[in-house]
């Protein structure tokens, strides 16, 4: 069956099917809203057809930030929270999606980080090939977008808790082989100094470059994967998340779909795992780590696994918690601040910070979002 | 409507929640000094960050909380022990609380990364908390990252000597896997192996972990005793299952193995701790006076502390003091972006309770260390008797610096 005819069989139903968990009244959110049928997905058009006013305030809001904000609020805040955001972003499409959660975006992430730390350069000279940062971090993405597609290619059969535990179980091993071995992830210390390339003149380092450099790449992987989910392979992986025995019966290649979904979030998870070590200047097992896989579930899931920009907004409110909730309660205690945002914001609005948005707008608003 | 009343509710909570984010922080008064302090309030060594931070608090209240008429103001933040999470709070504090001095941060790996940090801002003086790992000072010093505590290695001084006279000649080493007890072996095997011990086997385990079982099965039968450098909970962990797998090698631990919160562990196997000999920048039952003095006061002041100053609490204790010296040094004068504070720390002789502490011309401390062994005293508290007291311990171990090389998991070696 060619894309064009599948998306015209699709388009009766699959307002239906990409939100068969919401009740009635949401259904109208669908993802497929606004896309004409029977017309060719151009490009341009498609660009044409997605920027709104909003998305430019949003733009030039983004731009103007860093020329407003202090250094520490660039670099730390807004340029942790995207990088962060992409790897949770990666998680979040293939949940939201896929209906796969994968504990292992981190990892995959992590392996672009030590690829990068490994082939380029670091404080280990022992270690470390010094190889130029335009092979390496294409390599690095690569690698890891191959590693993603493995995770994916063992872990597609499953399903459910069944998927998470699996990943679970890959970021783990990963996160000890990379604390055990010495002679190529150098153990417990990691590999330090791992620091952007100076090109053009440029420190990519520095805030306000470094933040760009994030936003272009965030923004990158935001289109990618809003195209992605129109596109006839989103709308097939939906089916297939939705239904994958009658998409099977369809004849539709569930596992090559679903593989092809880890490989797609393996590449974003990559390209934010390396802007994540650059962030870091240094990658350990820490980063690795259970924690971190775990973190991400919860970024992805603040934001609202059905919406890609949720990744972001997540992203910035556990970036925000992570160091700013010292600040509110004294010493050990403050921890309790982070859960207990994170447990209000999943007990009031199970589709997280974005889910709650919509609702405010319909409640108050008035104005059907789109 | 009442659904609607719920949502609208529901949001107002929410919204206050992130509303009050949003206004932490700002509004301090003029004539304040503010000084950073982080340590682990997280991780394997939450217990020790905590008295880490009751003895630099200690050195703040010993002043009154004032320097030369300004108020010290102490801005916390906290890291789990990895470097990333100590270099984002080192950054949150130094950008954005703008902390003109900071104290931090506890274990070594963290050390090394704010170290590295610290290149990055000129302006702004660091001074280590309680992390030992040798690098920091030795492997591209930053000027501006002092360190008013022996390190690792230093602390471990005398022990080798110590181990090899009290009848040990063949010794495992079980140690976790990282900078700070490297440095650890590396002290206490450098005497040891001139003495003419010999180490057959070390068995490097990653920090945090809970099972010992596969270390404690390749003990080797002829060992005379174990040198056990882990920390916290680990220590604790470990301790445990020897007992419990019938071992009875006598052990020789490291600094932070029978640091007191180590020693103030409730389990019902704590009594086979007795009679551990260690080695560290200080003994709960040295009787010098300024020493007594400053238990007294710690206890005072921290009820719900220790029943003696941590090794963690003490370090930030000496480290915070420092700052707050060389502070007072300086008239609280920051405005030339600390140039005139830095000369003064590094020219400081630093007084503390255990003795008086220099710098090299790597801004590392050349103090004393003592030689322990663990003993109960009447009140069933466990605390470390003072063996011996070696003064004036630098950072090469008396080694010249051509020919020293930085403790790792092969140097030094003597099997």
């Known amino acids: 069956m060619s894309a064009a005819n599948w998306r015209k069989a699709m388009n009766s139903g699959a307002g239906r099917m990409a939100m068969t968990a919401r009740p009635a009244p949401v259904a109208s959110i669908s993802v497929l809203t606004g896309h004409r049928e029977s017309e060719p997905v151009s490009w341009i058009g498609f660009v044409r057809g997605q920027i709104s006013a909003r998305h430019v305030i949003v733009l030039t809001l983004l731009i103007v930030y860093p020329f407003v904000a202090t250094p520490f609020f660039t670099f730390q805040i807004a340029a942790q929270a995207l990088a962060l955001g992409m790897i949770a972003l990666s998680l979040a499409f293939l949940g939201g999606y896929g209906g796969m959660i994968s504990l292992a975006q981190m990892t995959v992430a992590g392996i672009a980080g030590y690829v990068v730390a490994i082939f380029g350069t670091s404080a280990s000279e022992a270690i470390s090939l010094n190889w130029p940062w335009w092979v390496v971090v294409p390599f690095a993405v690569a690698v890891a977008t191959i590693a993603g597609a493995l995770i994916g290619w063992l872990s597609v059969r499953t399903e459910g808790i069944y998927t998470i535990m699996i990943t679970l179980a890959i970021g783990v091993a990963f996160h000890y082989l990379t604390l055990q071995n010495y002679s190529v992830f150098n153990g417990f210390q990691g590999l330090q100094r791992v620091y952007p390339p ?55 290649h569930v596992t090559a779909h679903r593989v092809t979904a880890y490989a797609f979030t393996a590449a974003i998870a990559a390209v934010g795992g ?34 890609p920009i949720g990744a972001f907004l997540g992203a910035i409110v556990f970036v925000l918690l ?43 608003g008035g104005v059907e979002s789109r | 409507m009442s659904v609607q009343k719920r949502v609208f509710v529901r949001t107002l909570v929410g919204a206050a929640v992130v509303a009050s984010l949003g206004l932490a922080g700002s509004a301090y008064a003029q004539e304040t000094i503010k000084v950073g302090l982080l340590a682990t309030l997280e991780g394997p060594f939450a217990a020790g960050g905590a008295d880490g931070m009751r003895g630099a608090e200690l050195a703040v209240r010993e002043r009154g909380g004032m320097v030369a008429g300004k108020k010290i103001e102490l801005v916390k933040a906290s890291s789990d022990a990895k470097p ?78 110590a181990a090899y006279g009290k009848g040990y000649k063949k010794m495992m080493v079980i140690a976790e896997d990282y900078a700070f007890p490297y440095s650890q072996v590396q002290g206490f095997m450098t005497e040891y192996c001139k003495a003419g011990g010999k180490v057959p086997l070390k068995a490097w385990v990653p920090l945090g972990g809970k099972d010992y079982a596969s270390v404690i099965a390749r003990i080797p039968k ?11 909970a680990d220590a604790v962990n470990f301790l445990n299952q020897y007992e419990q797998a019938g071992g009875d090698k006598p052990i020789v631990g490291g600094s932070i193995t029978v640091s ?27 009787d010098g006076a300024e020493w007594k003095k400053f238990v007294a006061d710690y206890k005072k002041n921290f009820p ?15 480290n915070m003091k420092a700052a707050l010296d060389g502070l007072a040094a300086v008239n609280g004068d920051l405005s030339d972006g600390g140039k005139k504070y830095r000369e003064a720390l590094s020219k400081m002789t630093l007084k503390t309770p255990t003795g008086d502490v220099k710098l090299d011309a790597n801004r590392q401390a050349i103090g004393s260390t003592f030689v322990t062994e663990v003993v109960k005293d009447d009140k ?22 051509a020919e020293f090389k930085i403790g790792s998991r092969d140097v030094p070696d003597c099997p």
């Not at chain 1, 994030?214 to 989103?234: D, E, N, Q, S």
């Not at chain 1, 600040?327 to 997280?352: K, M, Q, W």
């Not at chain 2, 466990?382 to 610096?401: E, H, S």
Request: aromatic content about 12%; overall charge positive.
């Open chain 2, 222 to 232: 002829d060992v005379d005793a174990l040198l056990v450098v882990l920390g916290g």
């Open chain 1, 322 to 364: 992570q160091n700013f909730a010292i600040d509110l309660v004294d010493r050990e205690r403050f921890n309790l601040v982070i859960g207990g945002v994170f447990l209000a914001i999943v007990l009031f609005s199970p589709d997280g910070l974005v889910g709650l948005w919509m609702r405010l707008k319909r409640r108050f």
């Open chain 2, 260 to 286: 007191q919160d180590v020693l103030n562990y409730r389990g019902k196997r704590r009594e086979s701790l007795l009679g551990t000999m260690s080695a560290g920048p200080l003994a709960d039952a040295y």
């Open chain 2, 304 to 318: 719900d502390g220790y029943p003696s100053p941590s090794l963690f609490a003490y370090v930030y204790y000496m």
């Open chain 2, 84 to 161: 990333d999470v100590a270099v984002n709070a080192t950054r949150k504090l130094v950008e954005q609380d703008k902390v003109q001095v900071m104290v931090g941060p506890l274990s070594g790996g963290e050390g090394i990364a704010v170290k590295d940090y610290a290149k990055t801002q000129p302006t702004v003086t660091f001074i280590n908390g309680g992390s030992g790992a040798q690098a920091t000072t030795l492997v591209n010093p930053a000027e501006n990252f002092f360190r008013f505590n022996t390190e690792g290695a230093q602390w471990m001084v005398g022990l080798g000597n």
């Open chain 2, 380 to 401: 069933g508290n466990f605390y470390n008797k003072v063996v011996r007291k070696i003064d004036n311990v630098n950072q090469t171990l008396g080694i010249p610096a």
């Open chain 1, 198 to 252: 100076t090109v053009l003149g440029i420190d990519w380092r520095s805030p306000i470059p470094f933040y760009f450099l994030c936003l272009f790449f965030a923004l990158a992987a935001y289109c990618a994967v809003k195209y992605v989910i129109r596109a006839p392979f989103g709308v097939a992986l939906q089916g297939i998340r939705d239904n994958p025995r009658r998409m099977r019966a369809l004849g539709f």
């Open chain 1, 274 to 307: 390396v802007l994540f070590t650059w962030y870091n200047g240094l990658v350990t097992p820490g980063s690795v780590g259970t924690s971190w896989l775990i973190n991400v579930l919860i970024i992805a899931v603040l934001g609202g696994m059905r919406h």
